[in-house]
Structure formats: C-alpha cells, structure tokens
C-alpha cells in the first residue's frame, strides 16, 4: 500500500440467518486483496454491527442476508449508521435479494447491494473504487 | 474379483495399451487437461480396469442388497418394491398457507411432508419476539403454538402420510406439538411415521440455529432419542446430517466423514445414558447432498452405507441388522444452482437426482430450478417434482438394484471415498470424538478451506460452470420467485398474542416451573416439555425457560 493506510472492512450477519459460506468466502477475497476485514459471526443485530463497525473503525459494512429479511435488518443499520454521524461508512451488501429490492435499498442509503452470482472480483473492485481514500 | 494370472496379463496389456495407442494419439490430440478432478478435488483416472478392483472380495465388501454391509442396497429388492419418497421440503409464510403448498404437492403425486420451519421458530422465538422481527415466515413457516401446528396439518391425514422436520434446538417442544395436534385428530403416536433431524452437532459447523451450549444439546437430543424409541416406535429420532457441511463448502468425503462421526458421537451419548444400541440405532436416519459430480456422488452413497454397517458391528456390537442399515434422505446440493440462466438448473437437478437413485436413497427432495434467487414458485417446485417421477418411471433405472455396481470407476472411487473417509474419522476420534473436534474448529476450518479453493477455481474459470463463466451470454428470463406479504407477520403476530390471552396463565406458569426443575436434574425432559405444550406453552416460553438453566452459546468464528 502507498503510505495510506489499508482498506477496513466489517463483514457481518444480520438476523438469525446461519447460512455464512457466502460471507466467509468474501473475508478471504478481501484479506487477500490486502483488505484489513473483521468478520462478527452469525446472529447479529443491527445494533451490533453499527456498534462493532464504529469500534473497530471500518471503511465499509459488508452486510449479507439469505433469509428474507433484508428489507427489515439493512434499513435498520442504514438509520443507525446516519444516527451514530458515521455516514462516511460505506455500506454494502449481498445475498439472495430480487433486484426490485435492491434498487429500494439503494434509495435508502445503501451503496451497492449486489445479488447471487456476483464474482469476488466485482466486490473487490467496487470496495477499491468507492473508499474514498 | 479376478484370479491373479489374468490380472498380471492384463496389466502387461494395459501398459501396451497406453504405450502403443495412447501415447502417439496423444501428440496430435492432447487431453482437455493435464489433470482430470472431481469438486471435490479428487483425481480421476482416464481409464479404470479390473486392476483397480482386483482383490474386491464381492461377498465381503459389496454382498447382496438387504444384507450387510449393504453396499448395494438396504432392501431386497429396492425400487422394484417401492419408488423412494419423493418429499418436497417446504414452508413458507403462514400455516395456511404451507398447508395449502402440502395439500398441492400431495395432489401432484408427492408421497411424503417435508416441513421448513422460519428461523424465528428454530431457534427459540416466538413470532411476537423482538428478535423475530422481519423474519416471521421468510424461509419457513412460523410455528409458535400448538394452534399452528393445528393449522398447519388441517385436513392431512397424519397416520397416513410421513412427515419429515427440519428442527434441531427446538425439536422437543416443535415434536410435542406435533404428537398433540396428531392425538387431537385420533392419530396416537404409535401410528405417526417421519423424522426428526434433531442433529445438533453439524448446527454449531453450519447452518447455525444451536440455542444451547454442545452438552446441554446432546442432552436434548439422547432425550428426544429414548423417549420416541420407547413411545413413537415408527418415526425417525435423529436425521444425522451431512448435507449443511456439504452445503458450507465441505468435499463429498469430509461430507460422509465428519456425517458419520457425528452419527458415531450420538450412538456413544445414548450409549452412555444406558439406552440399549438394538432398541435405538434402528430409528437413526441420516441426510446427504447430492452434488454435480455423478459418480463420485453415487460412490459416495455406497461407500456410506458399507461404513455405517461395519460402525455399527465393529464399533458398538450391534446385533440386529436394522442397527447396521443406514438409511437416508438426499438433497440435490442448492449451492451448485445459479442465479445466471436458472433453466439449466433443471438439468443439474436432474443429474443430481439421478445420482441420489443410482446411490440408493430412500427419500429424495429436488430442487427448484429458482432457488438461487428466492423461495421456489409453484411452477418450479412442480417441475421439480416431475424430474424424479421421470427419474422412477421414464428413465429404466428403477427396474435394477445398484446398477452401476461392479462398474471398475464406481468401485474404485467407492473405495477410494471411503479410506479418505475413515482417515479423517480415525483424526477426530483422536482429538476426542466430534463434539470435541467441532469445539476446536476443525470441521469449520477444512469446510472453509475447501469452500475458498472451490470459489476460486469458479472466479479463475478453471472449473467451467455453464452459464457462469463459460457460455455466459447476456439473457434475461424473467424469473419472479415466490414472495411472503409483510403483512402475514403482522396477523400471525396478533393470532398469537389473542392465544395467549386466552390460555390459564397458572397452567402455562405451573408447567413451565416443573419443566425448569426437571432441567434443574437430569431427568428426561420430553415429558415435561409435552405437559408444557398441553398446557399451551409457546415455543418461545419453553425455549426461553431451557435458556434459563442451560445458558446460549456463542459459537466461536472460524472463517
């Protein structure tokens, strides 16, 4: 890395959804992609992840969903993330969400959501790209 | 197989073979790749001949099909006698609803339930929970009284059809309310056939829904195993499950090895709690994935059924032969279905389906061709079904036992899957069994290995997936999977707030103080959980009253 200091990522499970092959997969890429990541494990509440994301000081929140019930939990991060003056955070995410969906998201506040089937490489470029740095 | 004169002519011939006709073909025309491999990584050979089975001793190692080591079948005469079970896993929205989705797929032929739960329900909340917001009904169907159990078997006759349950840490309570809502309706628990996955091992390695620490679990489980062995004689205890590890990422060997390990560490804790192995071990059914790779899948039923026999004799002196069969429901494996040109799944299901009936199951689900984009439609969870009715009755494979037995690549990889399989069972026997393997990571560390070399091998093209990375053009078929109305979780919230206002609190309160105290000891719970569910308890009341004697568990993150 030129001098900056290296991208910090949060990948986080929101919701009671155990399913986190997808989200693991991603920590490796982005690890090595030079990204620092911290992953918080299944089961985490909005609440959590904006709480973990300001501690641990992240760039972006990774959030990843397969149960259904994004339309309930990202929302609900966007808001804290704006409440907690952390609008810098860019926040992300994936997992099986209709494309109808994720243009909603994207009106909330989200910056990307990107859906089944995406390479790591477009994460990884997107992430690169959209840090402001 | 072979007598060993013909075997050492034949291996002179094969080396001529290779050297004469082979060789000067493969200057001009080079193979495809320098190495051939499976999914899972495992090398095949260009050609297999006698040579690599050539001390196969038939009776010893394959047999005939009904007998040990089952190799080639658990029935006489399989599917000439019956078809497997075609059971479509579902659930979704409400109880109506999944009710109405069941009664569909039974008109079209369907011969077994196979019942989703929301995650709400299989980790312990009841709908109104503040932690079941915006989950209620999203992947399964809410079930957090004894009213919707009632609901959700409204009109289907329990004593006739089999039910199968994705539960696990809320299996005691969600059970209760089934054998209650099947007595309501005249079916006594003598009479109700189905399983119970109750797997709790491979919950804390994927899939995630554990509420209680590893002990406490197995607790519950051995519960569940002596109270149905002695009053629910014809329903499945446990459904041991490799097909989540095979989902997170795990190869087709550490799938049966790190199954059957499981399956080894359930039979020594009933063991230990004085249960006799011959009373219990025949109602322990197992569950797999069945992924694209045809052979090396059929193999690896095969090579799980002649292992679980020699478990069974060799490790816990099992005497009857119902103890040493191994049966099995499969899975086409979700994760090899794309979101890019959905129609092709079809035919990857179909594949994987006809590998599940070359393996020998019992029970089949295959999938939706929309699931990698959402909950299946109607018209995908009947072309799914339609697949293995053309499977039975169109494709011929049904009419003969193992038919690809005996063929030199099966057997050789059957084999093959099963010494990688046992050397990966003899190391978590040595780090002290599964429950301890598990609690130091090692299942989730090799799963994630194998999940990130897989993953890469897609992105870097060097495993073709059609439609992905290769064939890939720009098309777009207008897929709309199925969608659950905000609005149900809304009603199921209030249906059930109106059934707990109108329960006799005192009941709800005395059984729940007896089945704390209970836990308290170490008495077999199931028949304080099921007074619980008499006396309208929820789901989340009971779970929440267990969480306070045993504790929750935060697994540790293994990435």
Known sequence: ?133 | MFNKQRLSSLRGKLERWETETVEPGLSRFPERAEAFTTPSGRPVKRLYTPLDIGDLDYVERLGFPGEPPFTRGIYPTMYRGRLWTMRQYSGYASAEETNRRFKFLLEQGQTGLSVAFDLPTQTGYDSDSPMAEGEVGRVGVPISSLEDMERLFEGIDLGRVSTSMTINATAPQVLAMYLKAAEVRGTPPAELRGTAQNDLLKEYVARGTYIYPPAESMRLVVDIIEHFFRSVPRFNTISVSGYHMREAGATAAQELAFTLANGIEYVRSAVERGLPVDAFAPRISFFFGCHNDFLEEIAKFRAARRMWAAIMRDRFEAESRESMLMRYHVQTDGVTLTAQQPYNNIARVTIQGLAAVLGGCQSLHTNSFDEALGLPSEVAVTTALRTQQIIAHESGVAGTIDPLGGAYAVECLTDEIEEEAYGYIDRIEVMGGATAAIDGGFYQREISESAYRQQRETESGDRVVVGVNAYAGEERIPIEPLRVDPVLEKKQIERLRAFKARRERGEVERALGDMRRAAEGDENLMPYIIEAVEARATNGEISDTLRGVFGEYRAATIV
Do not use: W
Not at chain 1, 84 to 92: E, F, K, N, Q, Y
């Open chain 1, 1 to 133: 890395m030129e001098g900056g200091r290296r991208i910090r990522v949060l990948i986080g499970k929101v919701g009671l959804d155990g399913h986190d092959r997808g989200a693991k997969v991603i920590v490796r890429a982005l690890r090595d992609a030079g990204m620092e990541v911290v992953y918080t494990g299944i089961r985490q509440t909005p609440e959590m992840i904006v709480e973990a994301a300001i501690q641990e000081d992240v760039d972006v929140i990774g959030l990843s969903s397969l149960s259904g019930g994004h339309m309930s939990f990202f929302p609900r991060v966007l808001r804290l993330v704006r409440e907690r003056g952390a609008s810098d955070i860019l926040v992300i995410g994936g997992g099986i969400i209709p494309e109808d969906e994720r243009e909603r998201l994207r009106k909330e506040g989200a910056a990307e959501i990107f859906g089944p089937g995406t390479s790591l490489k477009t994460i990884v470029d997107y992430i690169r790209e959209n840090v402001a740095r």
